[in-house]
């Protein structure tokens, strides 16, 4: 009830000033083929979700964004032995809430700073128990008309483990007219933090290559190998992706490429290590919509 009302309040403290926000929402659905896991038995996944992000101008100087997703994985494991016989989750559902400012804290120079919150379970696990709360500061600035550069530290709260940190990295980086380094990843989504070099032979197309930090932990039901316990999926996705623009509002990509070092964990109600298990790269396709408004 608690982490219910404290969403319902950053929620509507970033809408009331609706009249006058700009938005942009993303619609995304891949597909990871199946590869085996290293002791037994085979995994893939799809996966499919939306985010919303609401940004509003607060003061010439302060800036305010909403966001917020949903994203599913339908995870398909198969096999007699280790984890794939083990079939340990299925359908695994997040929910992430995060409220950012920005502050213009010198010429070139702003600071930002936020909570963040997020629901992570497996199907018919008590979502009560799957909610985690953290923050995250950081700070960018402009170095010249081709380089903006940042950083910060983000900390969250981990299902029965120690608090995580992790970094955040700030990267636009015009390397010549049409070749950019960005972090701002147009293959973000759920938890996907990385790189992406991206070329833009014309106004309408642009292409890209990226490698990606991937990584979920949520939740497990209350039945299975481990009762109202935890799972944990990690990954390097390394991506090719094709963007279409017909219009300033609206974007399409299709993208495909391989998941790297995939590992799979699975620990008790407690937080103690039942299963650790990589699995091999894996293929993938994908199609993500973004729509401005």
Do not use: C
């Amino acid at each position: 009830m608690k982490s219910l009302q404290i969403a319902i309040l950053l929620f509507t403290t970033a809408t009331a000033f609706a009249y006058s926000y700009d938005a942009t929402l993303d619609f995304h659905l891949a597909k990871q083929f199946k590869s085996t896991i290293d002791n037994g038995g085979k995994v893939g996944v799809t996966r499919y979700g939306a985010e919303l992000r609401l940004d509003y101008v607060m003061t010439n100087d302060d800036d305010l964004q909403l966001r917020f997703q949903v994203q599913r994985d339908d995870w398909d494991f198969s096999g007699t032995t280790g984890i794939g016989g083990d079939n340990p989750w299925g359908l695994v559902t997040t929910i992430d809430l995060a409220l950012q400012w920005t502050h213009q804290l010198y010429e070139n120079t702003k600071i930002f700073g936020g909570p963040i919150m997020k629901w992570s379970s497996d199907s018919g696990a008590d979502q009560s128990e799957s909610g985690v709360f953290g923050s995250m500061i950081g700070l960018t600035h402009v170095y010249s008309d081709t380089l903006v550069l940042g950083g910060g530290i983000g900390i969250i709260e981990s299902l029965e483990d120690d608090a995580r940190l992790f970094p955040i990295i700030v990267l636009d980086w015009k390397l010549s007219e049409n070749l950019k380094l960005k972090s701002d990843l147009t293959t973000r989504y759920g938890s996907r933090t990385g790189v992406e070099l991206v070329w833009t032979p014309r106004d309408d197309w642009s292409l890209g290559a990226g490698l990606s930090y991937d990584y979920s932990r949520f939740r497990l039901d209350n039945v299975g190998i481990a009762p109202r316990g935890v799972g944990e999926a990690t990954s390097l996705p390394l991506t090719l992706r094709a963007s279409y623009h017909p219009s300033q509002n609206v974007d399409i990509t299709i993208f495909g490429g391989f998941v790297l070092s995939g590992e799979l964990s699975i620990y008790d109600s407690t937080g103690l290590t039942l299963e650790t298990e990589s699995y091999d790269s894996a293929g993938m396709i994908g199609l993500l919509a973004r729509i401005r408004f």
